[in-house]
């Protein structure tokens, strides 16, 4: 670390006999940039050597000393004081004893210029206490790393710290959305510093079906789409309902119209027929023509799984048995492509995938620009014929 102390006193000159006049001094040279920081980064390592670096509480001082220097050592890496502070924080971030990585997290999570390879180890790490506080507040932590941290199915805390961030971009969004852990998809939804892509908001609506808790989240979102709006009424959540209508981005026309849905789905469930079974109803209303997506929506509502599979099979003109088999398979694409053939549409496949077939979020198959089908149509045939469904 020699280079660190770079213009040491020089040695002091031999006195010159007394008739010679005294040496003019040589003109003052400004010190180098950064020189500053140097010898404080100097100064640390050799107070910390000093100590004893086998000493953990020595390391822990260390990391915080040298995360506060962060800051105002010179951008970029390429500078050889930036190279040794950064090679001394990298070794802490894998130090054996967790408070010395537990002090460097505290220490470095809020440093907007703190090294990408520091703060990348500590995200990763398998203690709560050490990853949790990076993966939550960290600036300095890409999305590329936080994509790859999704990815690889983390624990439940680390989903919810990253939910948390101050800023979450729509890709990220997706991620957390998609990777089935109800509780940090809730955070996610409360906060308003995540931007959500409308597929994935209504993605997220039709699994409210299975997560309650999550609607009344999503009528709070800010810029929620009117037909997302009407899809939220279709729960029959008188709370998320009354949510939805005080919304102040809501014109009269949509407000109306949440609770014209709002009040089908209870005549619905209240209707003075309600005593016949869900399949007569089904067969009923088919002959009436009125066997509609309307009707499969206001039964998804109360979830009445042998009306929808009932309406499948008249519409789609199969046998039960074939129908069931399909539901029960947890196929999104024949579950798609039997929707397909009963002349209905992608978002309603969606519903039904979500609500009738039980099909697993991150897997379910979304629909292509917001409401187009994924599949062709010689795709959807193919996927039918499996179960022996024929043009």
Known sequence: MDYLFAGSPEPEPLQAAPSAPPPAPP???????????????GDVLVESRLAGMGDADVRSTLARKLCRLLPDLPP??????????VRALEQLARDHIVRVREALATAIKDIACAPPSVVATLARDVERTVAEPV????????????????????????????????????????????????????ILLDNSGAVIAEPTLESLVERSAHHPDWRQKLARRPALPRRLALRLAD???????????????????????????????????????????PERRAVRLHRLGKLDETALGDAMSWNE??????????????????????????????VTALVWRAGLSMRCAMQIQARAAGIHPRAMLNARQGSGFP????????H???YGIGP
């Open 135 to 186: 993966l939550r507040c960290c600036a300095a932590l890409s999305d590329e790393d936080l994509l790859d941290i999704v990815a690889a199915a983390p624990a439940g805390w680390a989903l919810s710290a990253i939910a948390r961030r101050h800023s979450i971009g729509a890709a990220l969004s997706d991620a957390i959305a998609g990777s089935g852990h109800a509780e940090a998809t809730g």
């Open 76 to 85: 970029g890496g390429a500078d050889t004081v930036s190279t040794v502070a």
């Open 27 to 41: 003109p003052a040279r400004p010190s180098p940039p950064g020189r500053g920081i140097a010898r404080q980064v």
């Open 384 to 386: 039918l014929e499996r």
């Open 375 to 382: 599949l062709s149509s010689a795709e959807m045939a193919r």
């Open 235 to 277: 729960f029959v959540d008188l709370a998320v309902v009354e949510t939805l209508r005080r919304r102040p981005d809501f014109d009269d026309a949509t407000v109306a119209e949440i609770a014209a849905t709002t009040r089908r789905r209870i005549d619905w469930a209240e209707a003075p027929d309600s005593a016949e079974s």
């Open 305 to 334: 799984a042998g009306f929808v599979r009932a309406a499948l099979t008249l519409r789609a003109r199969v046998a039960p048995e074939v129908v069931d088999l399909i539901l029960d398979a947890h196929d999104p694409q024949a």
